[in-house]
Structures are given as C-alpha cells and as structure tokens.
C-alpha cells in the first residue's frame, strides 16, 4: 500500500491514525486479507481527498475518515466474514474458534456451532481421560441400551449392572468419531457461511 503524503503534519498525523486503527481492527485475518482492505481505505481516502482538494486539508481529511467510519466497527462483520471463510477453508482448529467467537452475535447458528465444537473437545477431554484411568472412562451400557460415554466407579458398575462396551478400541473408536465429526461439522459451517454470502 503507498502512504499518502500531507502537506500539513496534522492531517499527516490524523492519517496515520487512521491507518493504524485499520491495521489493528485486522490483525487477526490473513496477510493479503489485511493488504487488500488497508488498499481499499487508502483509495477511498486517496479519492475523498481529490475531489476535495482546495478546501482545508484537516477539514477535509477529518469528513473523508467521518464517512468512511469507525475501522471497528466498519469492518466488524467483514473481519468476522473473511476469518470463517479462512476457519471453513483450512480446517484448523484455531481459525474455527477465533471465527465462531467473531461470529457467536450473528445468529442462533453459530451458537450452535459452537456448541458442537466444545462438544468435541470433550470427545478429546474424554480420550484423555481413558488414557489415565482405563478402568473408569468409557462408553457404558446397561442392559444393552447407551447409558453413559464418560467415568463411572467400578463400584457403581457392579451394582448398576453397567457394562463398558468398547475396552481397548475405545480411543481409536472415539478419535475417529471425533475427526469425523469435526469434519461435517466444519463442512457444515462452510455451507451455512455460503448461505449467508
């Protein structure tokens, strides 16, 4: 992006601002995202300043920033829009939270959404905690019907007559339910975000 040049050091200042505010409004998007909206509000300014240019420099630049807006506000819906379309692109994790947080106010939704995901990490929380109590954790039957997929004492077990039908298979059998889920989950939020656009 070219910095434009002001021949007074206030608009030079109030410009530079600006830009600033732009720049940190964006930081969570990718680098060409970031380039591509700090180019469009440089034009905008660049054009506004044109078609203006014998009025009062500061006056002029301060009513071209006026309209344009507040970068945090302004930009709130298409830093929220261009991080889900990165989260649904990329598949990672990290993307998919900091998206879903941008976009929890934008409909039921996406409160949804994010209930699915930390549904699934507690797919992974229980993965976990087979690891260290094997005994315990598991996906537990009662008289052939699901009763519960998490801890239960042996005690319990044996007076409740609740079976733990997985044993070993039970992490590679959760780790792929989970892998599995998270991608439909995320290929759903990638159909919701185009039902949107």
Same mark, same amino acid.
Do not use: C
């Given at each position: 992006?070219?910095?434009?040049?002001?021949?007074?050091?206030?608009?030079?200042?109030?410009?530079?601002?600006?830009?600033?505010?732009?720049?940190?409004?964006?930081?969570?998007? @990718?680098?060409?995202?970031?380039?591509?909206?700090?180019? /469009?509000?440089?034009? %905008?300014?660049?054009?506004?300043?044109?078609? %203006?240019?014998?009025?009062? /420099?500061?006056?002029?630049?301060?009513? &071209?920033? !006026?309209?344009?807006? @507040? +970068?945090?506000?302004?930009?709130? +819906?298409?830093?929220?829009?261009?991080?889900?379309?990165?989260?649904?692109?990329?598949?990672? +994790? &990290?993307?998919?939270?900091? @998206?879903?947080?941008?976009?929890?106010?934008?409909?039921?939704?996406?409160?949804?959404?994010?209930?699915?995901?930390?549904?699934?990490?507690?797919?992974?929380?229980?993965?976990?905690?087979?690891?260290?109590? +094997?005994?315990?954790?598991?996906?537990?039957?009662?008289?052939? @019907?699901?009763?519960?997929?998490?801890?239960?004492?042996? !005690?319990?077990?044996?007076?409740?007559? =609740?079976? /733990? =039908?997985?044993?070993?298979?039970?992490?590679? =059998?959760?780790?792929? &339910?989970?892998?599995?889920?998270?991608?439909?989950?995320?290929?759903?939020?990638?159909?919701?975000?185009?039902?949107?656009?």
């Amino acid at each position: 992006m070219k910095v434009l040049g002001f021949q007074q050091s206030a608009s030079q200042k109030i410009y530079t601002d600006y830009i600033n505010r732009i720049k940190r409004t964006t930081t969570t998007l @990718a680098k060409e995202d970031r380039q591509d909206v700090l180019m /469009e509000f440089n034009s %905008h300014i660049y054009e506004g300043m044109q078609r %203006h240019s014998g009025d009062n /420099e500061v006056d002029n630049l301060l009513n &071209v920033i !006026e309209n344009l807006g @507040a +970068p945090e506000e302004v930009l709130k +819906p298409l830093v929220a829009e261009k991080k889900l379309q990165q989260a649904t692109k990329t598949f990672n +994790p &990290v993307h998919v939270f900091k @998206a879903l947080v941008l976009n929890i106010t934008n409909g039921l939704a996406y409160i949804v959404f994010a209930f699915l995901y930390i549904m699934l990490f507690g797919f992974l929380f229980v993965i976990g905690a087979k690891i260290f109590n +094997p005994d315990k954790v598991g996906l537990f039957f009662k008289e052939g @019907a699901f009763f519960v997929l998490g801890s239960i004492n042996s !005690e319990s077990r044996q007076t409740q007559g =609740v079976e /733990e =039908v997985l044993g070993n298979w039970f992490i590679p =059998v959760m780790s792929l &339910v989970t892998i599995i889920l998270y991608v439909l989950i995320t290929l759903l939020l990638r159909l919701k975000r185009r039902g949107r656009t």
